[in-house]
């Protein structure tokens, strides 16, 4: 079954993006969040996303107007999936979180919706069972910044049916992704199964008082040729995302230098709203942090 209307849950760092990038493609799209309020906030960073598609796509206004006429908005489950093809769900990186809504989700949507979730770390069979059809689930994630990072990784459980991740294969493809699929559940995946052990080591040595942020960066930058440092980029994915992932792994293991990690960033940037990029600072602050200085590496 050809997929033409796709419904995104969740409009944070990722699935904002998400839900453009589709758009702009041409699918319908359907934006769903627990309320108003928080959609409000979405239709402003489309805005805001537009400007980028300007500058990194060179897309014409006209191809941007078309994205927006794609996208619809609702914060009712039901009237979200009434017509979905495919649901791509970017709720928080919190197993319960998912599992709530996937309970939900399942009882409104019909039949023919395929499921996906674009979790960074947890893995499809986790929930697989919790979403009443297995084989029609599996693991859609994308990197940040997808319109100029387009990887989508593409990853089945054991149960998910073959034709099903080959639509989903090339449904990406279809929105202008490098399709990337996974031939078994693998934790993090590709992408992150090589960054998440950068970023935390890179947090370990922030916490354990071995260097500041900049020169964690300048090091990582300098040494490798890389772009930028590990602290660049974990404000463009997003603080809580980087808290969310400590935390589970403190309660999990009890490990006191994640106890310490989760303690640091929840006092330094959760509470004080410093999520990165998205609120204009975290490790750095933005629109022009340090790392884009000419001076920064000398």
């Given at each position: ?8 849950a ?14 702009f ?34 897309a ?33 990186e ?31 069979s ?9 084989e ?5 994630h ?21 034709q ?14 490098i ?7 693998q ?26 942020v ?14 930028v ?46 999520l ?21 590496l000398?």
């Open positions: 079954m050809e997929i033409k209307n796709v419904t995104v969740g409009s944070g760092v990722l699935g904002y993006q998400i839900a453009f990038q589709t758009a493609h041409g699918f319908n799209v359907t934006v769903y969040d627990i309320n108003d309020k928080v959609l409000e906030k979405a239709k402003a960073k489309f805005d805001n996303l537009a400007q980028a598609y300007k500058k990194d796509l060179q014409t206004d006209t191809a941007l107007a078309a994205a927006k006429s794609n996208l619809q908005y609702t914060s009712d489950l039901a009237v979200a999936l009434k017509e979905a093809d495919l649901l791509i769900e970017a709720v928080p919190n197993p319960q979180i998912k599992i709530d809504f996937y309970k939900k989700a399942r009882a409104v949507a019909p039949e023919k919706t395929r499921f996906a979730t674009n979790s960074s770390t947890l893995l499809p986790q929930f697989a069972a919790e979403t009443g059809r297995p029609k689930f599996l693991a859609l994308f990197a940040n910044e997808i319109w100029k990072h387009n990887t989508a990784e593409i990853m089945g459980h054991p149960g998910t049916d073959k099903v991740f080959d639509q989903v294969v090339e449904f990406a493809k279809n929105i202008g992704m399709a990337l699929p996974l031939h078994k559940e934790p993090g995946y590709i992408v992150n199964s090589l960054l998440v052990p950068l970023l935390g080591a890179a947090t370990d040595l922030l916490v354990n008082n071995v260097a500041d900049q020169t964690i960066d300048k090091t990582w930058m300098v040494a490798t040729g890389a772009p440092g590990p602290f660049a980029i974990l404000d463009v994915v997003g603080i809580t995302t980087a808290y969310n992932i400590n935390k589970m792994e403190a309660d999990a293991t009890g490990d006191p230098l994640k106890v310490k990690t989760v303690a640091f960033l929840k006092e330094n940037f959760i509470d004080k709203n410093k990165g990029v998205a609120t204009g600072e975290g490790f750095y602050k933005y629109p022009n942090p340090a790392f884009t200085d000419p001076d920064f000398t």
